[in-house]
C-alpha cells in the first residue's frame, strides 16, 4: 500500500506565501504521475495542478495559474505545490494524489488517481 503525506499547510495572510509538500512511503512507487487538488469550506473539491511522472509537463487550474507552481522530486517521492500571492479564495484542504501506474502523463480528474493524502489545512486571511 501507498501513503501520501502532506505538510506546510497553515495560517498566512493575503498576498503570502507558503510551500506545501506530499512524500509518498510504502511499497515500491515508480515515478507516477501527481497532483495537487483543494476542497474549500462548503464546496466540492477542484482541481490545482498536475504534474508528469518526470516533471516535464504541468498543467495549473486557470485561478491559480502564474501564483502556485508544481514540482516533483522523484528521487525523494515528493512533489510540491509552491503557492505565491496567495488570496482568501485560496483557503480550503489541499490534497495530493498519485497515479498508481509508473511514467504516467498529466491527469486532471479525480478518478485518475488511486492514492490520496488525508489533505492539509491552508487558511488565508485577508
Known amino acids: 500500500q501507498v501513503q501520501l503525506v502532506e505538510s506546510g499547510g497553515g495560517v498566512v495572510q493575503a498576498g503570502g506565501s507558503l510551500r506545501l509538500s506530499c512524500a509518498a512511503s510504502?511499497?515500491?512507487?515508480?515515478?507516477?504521475?501527481m497532483g495537487w487538488f483543494r476542497q474549500p469550506p462548503g464546496k466540492e473539491r477542484e482541481f490545482v495542478a498536475a504534474?508528469?511522472?518526470?516533471?516535464?509537463?504541468?498543467y495549473y487550474a486557470d485561478s491559480v495559474k502564474g501564483r502556485f507552481t508544481i514540482s516533483k522530486d522523484n528521487a525523494k517521492n515528493t512533489v510540491y505545490l509552491q503557492m505565491n500571492s496567495l488570496k482568501p479564495e485560496d483557503t480550503a484542504v489541499y490534497s495530493c494524489a498519485a497515479d498508481k501506474r509508473p511514467f504516467g502523463g498529466l491527469k486532471v480528474r479525480p478518478y485518475e488517481y488511486e492514492y490520496w493524502g488525508q489533505g492539509t489545512h491552508v487558511t488565508v486571511s485577508s
Open positions: 510504502g511499497r515500491t512507487f515508480s515515478n507516477p504521475a
Open positions: 504534474i508528469s511522472w518526470n516533471g516535464g509537463s504541468t
